[in-house]
């Protein structure tokens, strides 16, 4: 599957970059979060339920980021592994100041998602609009925490995300 949209945050570029590469803070608006483990700068394992249908699946990702060209551009590479499924993702971002609004960020971005197993399966019908929904409100959770603050300063910006 092939997903890729636009995003308008209003919020400094620099403020958003830093905001999307600390895992905490993008694992605190991934849904279906559940813990993290930072192997170190470039690497991750995050560990996430999802549900596609009555299809339910936990999946830890091993992440990495793959390219960082600070605070323009950022590509991501993850496969995960769950109960009889598996998932592989190549995602990228692109900043720039948003040209007609000052101290705001536009965030391109695109992702190859390949599901395979009985997530897959068993959930194909759903599995596109699930993905919308979810990306959604990811999107929805990172304007409200960048957008919170007057200051600019992202609201929760370097704090771990709750474990849950």
């Given at each position: 599957?092939?997903?890729?949209?636009d995003?308008?945050?209003?919020?400094?570029?620099?403020?958003?970059?830093?905001?999307?590469?600390?895992?905490?803070?993008v694992?605190?608006?991934?849904?279906?979060?559940?813990?993290?483990?930072?192997?170190?700068?470039?690497h991750?394992?995050?560990?996430?339920?999802?549900?596609?249908?009555?299809?339910?699946?936990?999946?830890?990702?091993?992440?990495?980021?793959?390219?960082?060209?600070?605070?323009?551009?950022?590509?991501?590479?993850?496969?995960?592994?769950?109960?009889?499924?598996?998932?592989d993702?190549?995602?990228?971002?692109?900043?720039?100041?948003?040209?007609?609004?000052?101290?705001?960020?536009?965030?391109?971005?695109?992702a190859?998602?390949?599901?395979?197993?009985?997530?897959?399966?068993?959930?194909?019908?759903?599995?596109?609009?699930?993905?919308?929904?979810?990306t959604?409100?990811?999107?929805?959770?990172?304007?409200?925490?960048?957008?919170?603050?007057?200051?600019?300063?992202?609201?929760?910006?370097?704090?771990?995300?709750?474990?849950?």
């Amino acid at each position: 599957m092939h997903f890729e949209g636009d995003q308008t945050i209003h919020a400094p570029r620099q403020t958003v970059w830093d905001f999307l590469m600390n895992p905490d803070n993008v694992a605190s608006c991934a849904p279906g979060f559940q813990s993290m483990q930072t192997i170190d700068e470039d690497h991750y394992k995050p560990t996430l339920a999802v549900g596609v249908g009555a299809v339910k699946a936990t999946f830890t990702l091993d992440v990495t980021i793959s390219e960082r060209d600070a605070p323009t551009h950022a590509a991501v590479l993850a496969h995960g592994m769950a109960a009889g499924s598996a998932v592989d993702m190549r995602s990228g971002m692109d900043l720039s100041p948003e040209p007609d609004t000052p101290d705001a960020t536009h965030l391109h971005w695109v992702a190859d998602v390949t599901v395979s197993g009985t997530l897959a399966s068993m959930g194909a019908r759903l599995m596109e609009g699930t993905a919308h929904k979810l990306t959604n409100r990811f999107f929805d959770c990172l304007r409200q925490k960048l957008e919170a603050s007057p200051s600019g300063q992202a609201a929760g910006a370097g704090e771990p995300a709750p474990a849950t």
